[in-house]
Structures are given as C-alpha cells and as structure tokens.
C-alpha cells in the first residue's frame, strides 16, 4: 500500500471508530428510589414513603422492560428494602458518572395538612467558591434545571394533570441536600404527592395512579434522551 493510500485507509479507520463509538453512547439515568430499609421516610398511617418510592421504581423499569428504549441506560440505586446512606447514593452516581439522576420522593407536611401537589426540585444556583470548578458546576445546574424543564412542560399533558389533577411546582433546592450538593451531575429530586394530603393520599392509595406517575417519569426520560441527541 502506498504511502497515500495507508494514509485514507488510516484516516477511515479512525472515522469509523468515532462513529461507532459515537452510536454506542448511551444516554445513562440513575433513578435512585428515595429511602429504603431503617430509613423509612415519611409515614402517614399504614403508607411509608420508602414503599412508595420503590413501588414506582419497580412500575418504571417494567415500562422501560416492556417498551425498551434504544440509546436509554437506566440504573437503579436500589431495587428492594435495604438502607442506603446518602453518601453511599453519591458514591453509586459518581461511580456511574449518568448524563441525569433522578431521585423519587414523596413528600409530608407535619403541621397542616393543605400542602399538596407534584414538585421538581433542581439543584441551586449558589455561586461556587472554587473557581476552576465554576464552569462544570454552572453546567450541571443549567442542565438540571433544562431537564427539569422537560418534565414541566411534559406535565400538563399526562393524566397527572388531565386526570389526577394534581398541582404541580418546581423549586431550586433551598436546603442542604447531599445528593445535589456532593454530586457532580445533573439531578433532580422528584417530590410525587404530599401523603399528608387528603386529596393526595386519595391519588396515592389507587394502583393506577402509580402506574400514571411511572409512566410520566418513563415518557420525560425518552423526551430528555430524544432532545439531548
Ligand atoms: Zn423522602
């Protein structure tokens, strides 16, 4: 062979490679089941938010079995009744290093009982002491809170709205949270419904209403992988 044609043959070579390896990226999400095992979460009667929370893991990777997703790698910090500290979670997502997590919460409000509806919780934007780390750190607040975005605008057109009526918001995360704080990936803390709430509680205790929220979370998850291609 020539040394010009060593040259093409070299350059197509590596081309390919690129391409392949390209098409092999995954879009990677850690779906992290809040609480789990002593760590019971809130507790409203006979509901402990630990079950609820493993409960939908369970519903969105039987979606994600049934309708699989091509380019879609879907990974779970838990999938059973066993504790895991938050430094344990951040030591699982950094270890994974996914393009999104995910972790799924339901919340509970010891005083009253009116607080109710769906929130999104991304990390907040306080500005980073460290300056060589300003920039990934802005990065992965813009991307939470692009992805998180997502999941908004999704909201109104699944039955959580249409059906379930649930009113939905979306916070920066105010309070110290190790899973945002100590992690160096985009996040987002998903706050289901208030066990607190009566009418919330209502939505909780129907089996259809869990399939509805897994299926949201499924969908959103498509949408953000379609969207970051
Ligand atoms: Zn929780």
Not at 76 to 99: A, C, L, N, W, Y
Not at 194 to 201: F, G, L
Request: hydrophobic share 40%.
């Amino acid at each position: 062979m020539s040394p010009d044609k060593l040259k093409k043959f070299l350059f197509i070579l590596i081309l390919l490679t690129f391409f392949s390896l390209a098409a092999e990226k995954k879009f990677k999400v850690v779906i992290d089941p809040g609480h789990g095992g002593t760590n019971i979460g809130a507790v409203s009667g006979n509901i402990e938010e630990k079950d609820l929370t493993l409960a939908l893991a369970a519903k969105i990777r039987a979606f994600f079995r049934k309708h699989p997703a091509e380019g879609i790698e879907i990974v779970f910090t838990r999938m059973d009744d066993s504790s895991m500290p938050i430094k344990e979670r951040v030591e699982f997502i950094e270890q994974h290093q996914p393009d999104l997590f995910i972790s799924l919460h339901f919340n509970s409000q010891k005083v009253l009982s009116t607080n109710r509806g769906f929130e999104i919780y991304y990390p907040p934007d306080f500005v980073s002491k460290d300056p060589a780390s300003t920039a990934l750190f802005y990065d992965k607040v813009n991307r939470s809170f692009y992805f998180g975005s997502i999941f908004r605008d999704l909201y109104f057109k699944a039955n959580l709205h249409t059906t379930w009526r649930l009113p939905l918001n979306m916070f920066s995360q105010k309070y110290n949270f190790g899973l945002f704080d100590d992690t160096t990936v985009p996040g987002l803390l998903l706050e289901v419904a208030y066990i607190s709430s009566p009418e919330d509680r209502a939505c909780i205790e129907n089996p259809l209403f869990t399939a509805d929220v897994a299926w949201f979370i499924y969908d959103a998850i498509i949408q953000i992988s379609n969207k970051n291609n």
